[in-house]
T-cell receptor, first 115, second 108 residues
Framework: GAVVSQHPSRVICKSGTSVKIECRSL??????MFWYRQFPKKSLMLMAT?????????EQGVEKDKFLINHASLTLSTLTVTSAHPEDSSFYIC???????????FGQGTRLTVV | TQLLEQSPQFLSIQEGENLTVYCNSS?????LQWYRQEPGEGPVLLVT?????EVKKLKRLTFQFGDARKDSSLHITAAQPGDTGLYLC????????FGSGTKLNVKP
């Protein structure tokens, strides 16, 4: 399957700081990338859909000013958690797909801990 | 509100037993994927089903897509400890929405 790389895999930051997570499609051009959040022993919750060159579409209840998404190229999307708080601690996962109707492939996830 | 409901949520069985996981929705999906996730890692794609009534086999795993494309099932024959993990279905509805997940534990 296609390869999606997420970086960093783990990050610990202080409360009030911002953290950037990168999602790269390594062997294909991803017109769409998705960002998910996963709580322990729970399923993935879709946060936002990011299309290259346009603004991200956020799911209801997700603060767009807090979770900034940029999809600057067909191989890179970034999620920035701004002014992080302990309740933002979670497992964040991105996925990418070539086009609508094609399969989505997932990054390995980023464990964010805010202290 | 969960767009896709999976059942059961938890399943603990002995090695060699068979099991079925269900994924149900009131919505029609253009495609449905099944993933398996290990703790601390991203989900890994197992299969994609597209056509209503479609059946796909992956070694001991059999996937079925409902005729109306609203539901799917995953059947594992002769489960092994290596099958332990979180199984997730995801439906494409413009975006990918995930089911609630089934945590499978296969005991040796």
């Amino acid at each position: 399957g296609a390869v999606v790389s997420q970086h960093p895999s783990r990050v610990i930051c202080k409360s009030g700081t911002s953290v950037k997570i990168e999602c790269r499609s390594l062997d294909f051009q991803a017109t769409t990338m998705f960002w998910y959040r996963q709580f322990p022993k729970k399923s993935l919750m879709l946060m936002a859909t990011s299309n290259e060159g346009s603004k991200a579409t956020y799911e209801q209840g997700v603060e767009k000013d807090k979770f900034l998404i940029n999809h600057a190229s067909l191989t890179l999307s970034t999620l920035t958690v701004t002014s992080a708080h302990p309740e933002d601690s979670s497992f964040y996962i991105c996925s990418a797909r070539l086009d609508r109707g094609t399969e989505a492939f997932f990054g390995q996830g980023t464990r964010l801990t805010v202290v | 509100t969960q767009l896709l409901e999976q059942s059961p949520q938890f399943l603990s069985i002995q090695e060699g037993e068979n099991l079925t996981v269900y994924c149900n929705s009131s919505s029609v999906f253009s495609s449905l994927q099944w993933y398996r996730q290990e703790p601390g890692e991203g989900p890994v794609l197992l299969v994609t089903v597209v056509t209503g009534g479609e059946v796909k086999k992956l070694k001991r795993l059999t996937f079925q897509f409902g005729d109306a494309r609203k539901d799917s099932s995953l059947h594992i024959t002769a489960a092994q400890p290596g099958d332990t993990g979180l199984y997730l279905c995801a439906g494409e509805f413009n975006k990918f929405y995930f089911g609630s997940g089934t945590k499978l534990n296969v005991k040796p």
